[in-house]
């Protein structure tokens, strides 16, 4: 029988959409009148969480847009950066370089410090920039890139935009919830974030975390009436409305799944989880003789990516389509500097999941006749 979620789906080890819990899902069972009474606690409780979980109970509100995780970073982008502004984006993957394609929309002046996939952005150099072109207002950066699962450094490149006196917005969807990120130590104007990711909702809901003094001297910097946060927050906070309709089942899940986090431990227990889960995956898969693209210390525990084999029987869409029969779905690799695949410790995954994972892979590689997991180019 082949490995199911609670509701008998394949596990995604993806880097999202994810799995949820079964009673995730079926806090959706329901239909809500947008002025319904536990509608409108739910979700002001769901963001007075959300806000609290990032360290920003007394200084910060998080104000939520429909969407995936995209719309909440090009509100984000759109919001803060004025149009007289300049922001320095830190780009080593492709969220880093989506942010850069948000700015060449919206017409907003940017530059962007590009590492390599495998590099995170040098604190050093960061600082370089930031006192050689006194136009650049804010940084961007990205709390772990998805595209390679790296962990940047951002409480270190807080601490550097801070002292040169800019502001710093971050991009942690695939981090919050799951790695520390507090306020109360590093400063920061916004963070995006969604509602599938470490939190494990269902998709449907991108929120930015704002410094709500710097949310107020936003008004009239959005380019578009949707994404327009200031607006969003001003309504909400005056009638606990959301301005066009609310994704009332995308919120009853996410403040269901808020519930499970907390149950959990919090950042500190998902955190845990997931970690654990990654051990896992990278000590078994070095076991067959995979190599990461990462070293350890660089690897976040949320999504890693492994070398494509060089062994001449290995062939992706086949290993991809034989875990998925066997009810694990993996992802492609989407770097430039290697060819490769990535495997997801995130959402409702546990350690006899990832166990599992791993004797699927040592069945399918058998059956491949696949020998050689060796590096097709070396590290
Ligand atoms: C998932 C993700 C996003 C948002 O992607 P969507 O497909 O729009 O949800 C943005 N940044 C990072 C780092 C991500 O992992």
Known sequence: MPAASETGDPLLLTPGPLTTSKTVKTAMLHDWGSR????????????????????????????????SGTFAVEAMLTNFVPPGGKVLILVNGSYGKRAVKICQYAKRAYAALETPEDTPPDVGRVAAALAADPAISHVFA??????????????????????????????????????????????????????NKCLEGVPGIGYVVCRTDALEETKGNATSLSLDLHEQWTVMTATKQWRFTPPLQVIAALHRAIEEHAAEGGVAGRGARYATNCKILVEGMRALGFETLLPDRLQAPIIVTFHMPRDPRFNFQNFYDSLKERGYVIYPGK?????????????????????????????????????????????
Do not use: W, Y
């Open 36 to 67: 319904d009474a536990t509608f409108i606690r739910m979700n002001a409780e769901m963001l007075e969480r959300i806000a609290a979980l990032a360290g920003g109970a007394d200084t910060h509100a998080a104000v939520p847009v429909q969407g």
């Open 335 to 379: 770097l430039t500097v290697a060819e490769s695949f990535r495997i997801g410790c995130i959402g409702r995954l546990s350690a006899d999941h990832m166990r599992g994972a791993l004797e699927a892979i040592r069945a399918v590689l058998s059956e491949m006749g696949v020998t050689d997991c060796g590096p097709r180019r070396a590290a």
């Open 142 to 195: 990205v709390q772990c890139e998805t595209t390679s699962g790296i962990l940047n450094p951002v409480a270190e490149i807080g601490a550097a935009v801070a002292k040169a006196g800019r502001r710093f917005l971050l991009d942690a969807m695939s981090a919050f919830g799951a790695l520390p990120l507090d306020a109360r130590q590093t400063r920061f104007d916004a963070m995006a974030a969604s509602s």
